[in-house]
Every structure is written in C-alpha cells, then in structure tokens.
C-alpha cells in the first residue's frame, strides 16, 4: 500500500515562530488533505490540497503532486496552534481510502 | 446535524463483552469511514462505505470487528467478545464525495477494555 511520511516527527516552537512540515507519499494521488488534532483530540480539517497552494490566514500549503510531497507552513505560531498535524491521501484510481501520515506533533512554547 | 455526532463519547466494557459504537454522519455525505486511534498512535483505517456498501474493509483488525451502515446515513461498528487490546478511541468521519470535499470527523467513541 501507499507509504505517508511525515517530517519532523516532533517539533518545539516559541510563539510567533514560523515553521513547515513536510509530507511524502509514495504513489500518485487525487485526494491530500491536512488535519490538526487538537490536545483534546478533535480533528480539524485545515486544507483540502491534492495540488498547488492555497493559504487561510497563518496557514498555508503546497501540494507538489508530480514530485509527491506537501508542505503546511505556520507563520507566527501561537500556542493554540499545538497539537498534532496530519495529512492523509488517496491513491489515484483507489476506491477512495483516505490514508493518513504519521503525524506531526507540534509544541508552542510561551 | 451541523457535524458528525458519535455515540456515546465514553465507554467502558468488561473483557469479552460486545460493544456498539454509533456514528451519525453529516446529512448528505455519502461516504463514511472508521478509524481507531491508540494512545499516542496515528489514525488506523478500518472500514469504508459509500453508501450502505463497503468497498473497503481491509483495516477490520479481526472477525469480531464488524459494521453496517443503513439507508445511507447511521453507521454502527461492533466489536464481540472485546479484549483489552481493543482499547483506543474510535473515530468516524463523512464526505459529500467529489472534488473539494474535505473529511469531517466527529469526537469520537473512547472504549476502555478492562
């Protein structure tokens, strides 16, 4: 099956740092998304990205899909901003089975 | 409803118990997945249904592990005879399906096996 990578697999800011986490996929996909879970556990849906960038305020991302990686960058971080951060795929031609990477968790300090 | 709404949030259940865990999904979002989420772990794909079909139960860990999903909307996962190793917490999530359709996920159902 696909592999999903993610990089760093932890990551200690102080608040208002920036920082980019990266995510590998082993296949060709049509589907990327980008989740944060929260401390509480709850999943957000950030980005829905299969290529190119978008940005929603401190947040943005690239999905360079012919070179089979994504970016999420956090600009000026805040410590709400902690948690653990996700993406997940699906394969091209699958029947849409969202794989999910293994996370990064990410800590803002004061 | 406005989100995906699991019940119940907390369970506890004594080894070799069945359990069911319900996942109502947002109205109109065709396609429905479980996941499992073990302390500190990622997220370990179960089940996935389009519709009340399910054309991918490959990450079902074992034969006690089944779910169903009726008229397209409320989906049930069962869990017989649990062991103490089915502890995590269960995650459901929905999506309208086609471009741009982001995954939703509800709170989830944590299950402790005691």
């Known amino acids: 099956g696909i592999q999903v990578e993610q990089s760093p697999p932890d990551l200690i800011l102080q608040e208002g740092a920036n920082s980019t986490l990266r995510c590998n996929f082993s296949d060709s996909v049509n589907n990327l998304q980008w989740f944060h879970q929260n401390p509480w556990g709850q999943l957000i849906n950030l980005f829905y990205i299969p290529s190119g960038t978008k940005q929603n305020g401190r947040l943005s991302a690239t999905t360079v899909a012919t070179e089979r990686y994504s970016l999420l960058y956090i600009s000026s971080s805040q410590t709400t901003d902690s948690g653990v951060y996700f993406c997940a795929v699906v394969i091209t031609g699958t029947a849409s089975k969202l794989t999910f990477g293994t996370g990064t968790r990410l800590q803002v300090t004061l | 409803g406005a989100g995906v709404s699991q019940s119940p949030s907390n369970k506890v259940t004594e080894k070799g118990k069945d359990v069911e865990l319900r996942c109502d999904p947002i109205?109109?979002?065709?396609?429905l997945y479980w996941y499992r989420q073990s302390l500190g772990q990622g997220l370990e794909f179960l089940i996935y249904?389009?519709?009340?079909?399910?054309?991918?139960k490959s990450g079902l860990p074992s034969d006690r592990f089944s779910a169903e999903r009726t008229g397209g909307s409320v989906s049930t996962l069962t869990i017989q005879r649990t062991q103490q190793e089915d502890s995590a917490v269960y995650l459901c999530?929905?999506?309208?399906?086609?471009?741009?359709?982001?995954?939703?996920f509800g709170n989830g159902t944590r299950l402790t096996v005691t």
């Open positions: 999530a929905s999506y309208r399906g086609g471009n741009n359709s982001p995954l939703h």
């Open positions: 109205s109109g979002h065709t396609a």
């Open positions: 249904f389009q519709g009340n079909s399910a054309p991918d």
